[in-house]
């Protein structure tokens, strides 16, 4: 017989599987350095150079110097050209528009459903072309100035890369599923510098109401790799540089609370906005191309006002962070915002207003970007809102810098169901925990007053609601029904014996459409199972030896038997592992009949769906 040649890489078991998480990590490591570079060099040319427009950066974020570049000797002076500005978010809705509708029209959108819907209804299989496709979208509608955040694709590069991985390796579905998930955190712990925010993000935002536990240790081997990759490359430090974060007075729990009460209001307000212009444009009858340069017209028209309205804002957050004035002077009417007081109040809340309107024209349309970054900026306003109202009439030396870091986490933790990812990912950010406290109980309590909501449609409720754990969910009824207690489904009638000629059973078989025959010898003990489809697959010059062969010839005696004692999952385990349709139980040294893989079965759903299944 052949022997059955064993590829050498492949996912042998949980140690194999981490080993596979690191490779994935390293490669979510450098997609995220390589994309990070890209759309800075494309922003740079695009708002810097050719719309003369100067927004702010995150402390952490890799920044392009005019000396860098020096050498493109690129025709634009120095001026704020706002009318370009204006159409910027139009072409990059054209361009965006034609290579999603051209390459990969899955490729539009927020980016984390598709990884959701993969791992919940696709055995976690994902087309690596969409991540790429995703990654060049991305980069078009963030540089022209749409509103959005950029996890959406370097989470899908590392969640392409890991689901490439487990087919390469012939994975199974719940190998594949995991190193999804592996690849997503990857992604998300490196760019975001959180290497334990992005693997808790991972496992936690494909649920509403539960967490991936199963999944969690190689998410979060694959973050620290690729976080140690990605800081190798860009350098090991934080997002936000952050210097006055307080928690001292419980008092500031009322101001907490009630922005813990804000941010499910407007969360609530955000997806509606969202839901309504995904809606519209579904309905709109223009072709698919047009439609994110039409969202790119609002985006655009706002942006002309309020230009830190525009991207992923989290240069904006960093200004807001380091207590200075959220609002440059490069708006149209920015001068009536260099406001104190009760305005700048109003200011923050305006600002995540506008935010949500330009994150729903710019993703709802079609294009292409994360939903992590808008909801940092609109919660980051609007603990702005609230620590500045807190300053005015309360506490004069209260940190409006907190309110506005728990408000960043408690918005996410709402809009995403995600509360244990959102404050973690805060405080991994900022470098410290020292506001962990009231994160915690924002982002619960924005978490349970949110229920209902979700950015996510491909999320599921609970494990229970997965098709990726409907046989977890249930297995345990199996393990605890003995063979003994179904003795009355027993089956006596693909029996035969082991001097049978083998052509004679063959013409039984197609009588009965039997495929495999539990064989016994003269008298009744069970020698093993006949299995005519391997047969006629191994046999050669049949029809010379025909009257020759007998069944004893030809059976598999190492195929094990169950026992009355035995669990119905242990038969199951044998008969897939065998791949054999039929298991023989013997009491004894006395075989008293076998199952079928349809028994257990219909045994398995007659007790799982009582009313649905008919014995």
């Known amino acids: 017989m052949n022997e059955i040649k064993r590829p050498i890489f492949r996912i042998s078991g949980r140690r194999s599987l981490y080993f596979y998480c690191i490779i994935t990590g390293i490669v979510s490591g450098l997609g995220a350095f390589l994309f990070s570079r890209i759309l800075a060099v494309c922003e740079y040319l695009f708002l810097d150079r050719a719309a003369g427009l100067s927004l702010p950066h995150a402390s952490g974020e890799f920044l392009i110097d005019s000396n860098d570049v020096s050498y493109w000797e690129i025709p634009f002076s120095d001026d704020y050209r706002p009318w370009l500005l204006f159409f910027l978010p139009i072409i990059g809705g054209l361009l ?40 060049i979208a991305t980069v078009f509608t963030l540089a022209s100035g749409g509103s959005g955040g950029k996890e959406g694709p370097i989470s899908q590069i590392g969640a392409g890369f890991g689901s490439l991985l487990a087919t390469l390796l012939k994975a199974g579905a719940r190998a594949r599923r995991t190193l999804l998930l592996a690849g997503t955190a990857g992604g998300l712990g490196a760019i975001f ?31 620290v790799s690729a976080y140690l990759v990605y800081s190798a490359l860009n350098g090991f430090h934080t997002v936000y540089r952050v210097t006055n974060t307080e928690f001292s007075r419980y008092t500031d729990l009322i101001f907490y609370l009630g922005l813990g009460v804000l941010c499910f209001l407007c969360g609530d307000v955000f997806i509606r906005i969202f839901r309504k ?3 519209f444009s579904a309905r709109l009858k223009v072709s698919p191309i047009i439609k994110p340069a039409l969202g790119g017209i609002v985006v655009g028209t706002i942006g002309l006002f309020l230009p830190e309205t525009i991207g992923s804002g989290a240069g904006v957050l960093q200004v807001v962070l380091d207590g200075k004035h959220p609002v440059g002077t490069q708006g149209i009417f920015s001068s009536m915002f260099e406001s104190k007081g009760l305005w700048l109040v109003a200011l923050f809340f305006i600002l995540a207003g506008m935010k949500i309107l330009t994150t729903s024209f710019t993703i709802g349309t079609g294009g292409s970007a994360g939903m992590f970054g808008p909801s940092l900026f609109i919660g980051g306003m609007l603990g702005g809102g609230v620590g500045t109202l807190a300053k005015i009439f309360v506490y004069p030396d209260l940190s409006v810098t907190s309110f506005v870091l728990v408000g960043m986490g408690a918005f996410y933790a709402g809009v995403a169901s995600a509360p244990i990812a959102g404050m973690i990912m805060i405080c991994e950010m900022i470098g410290s925990y020292m506001l962990l406290p009231p994160l915690m109980v924002v982002s619960i309590l924005t978490f349970v007053l949110s229920h209902k909501l979700s950015l996510y449609r491909a999320q599921k409720e609970n494990r229970f609601q997965s098709p ?5 969910m249930n297995r345990d009824f199996l393990e605890e029904i003995q063979v003994k207690t179904w003795k009355s489904r027993l089956r006596t009638i693909a029996v035969t014996y082991d001097h049978i000629l083998l052509s004679k059973i ?13 064989v016994l010898d ?21 029809d010379v030896i025909a009257n020759l062969i007998t069944v004893g010839d030809v059976t598999d005696g190492s195929v094990p038997f169950g026992k009355p ?27 008293i009949g076998y199952f079928r893989f349809a028994d257990l079965m219909k045994i398995y759903f007659e007790n799982i769906f009582p009313k649905s299944i008919k014995s």
């Open 96 to 135: 965006t528009g034609w290579i999603v509708n051209r390459f990969s029209p899955e490729s539009g959108g927020t980016g984390s459903d598709a990884m959701i819907d993969s791992f919940h209804n696709l055995e976690g299989k994902m087309n690596p072309v969409v991540s790429l496709i995703k990654s």
């Open 193 to 223: 510098h959180a290497p334990l925010g992005g693997a808790l993000t991972s496992v936690e935002m494909i649920y509403r109401e539960d967490i991936e536990s199963d999944s969690l240790i190689p998410c979060i081997i694959s973050s």
């Open 277 to 279: 212009v995904q809606h």
């Open 468 to 472: 990726a754990h409907f046989w977890d």
């Open 506 to 518: 063959e013409e039984e078989a197609l009588k009965i459409q039997a495929s495999d025959y539990v």
């Open 522 to 542: 003269q008298s009744n003990q069970y020698l093993g199972i006949l299995s005519l489809r391997k047969v006629r697959h191994t046999l050669e010059s049949r």
């Open 565 to 591: 004692e035995d669990t119905l999952a242990a038969l199951l385990k044998i008969l897939i592992a065998r791949d054999m349709d039929k298991i023989a139980i013997v009491d004894g040294d006395r075989f």
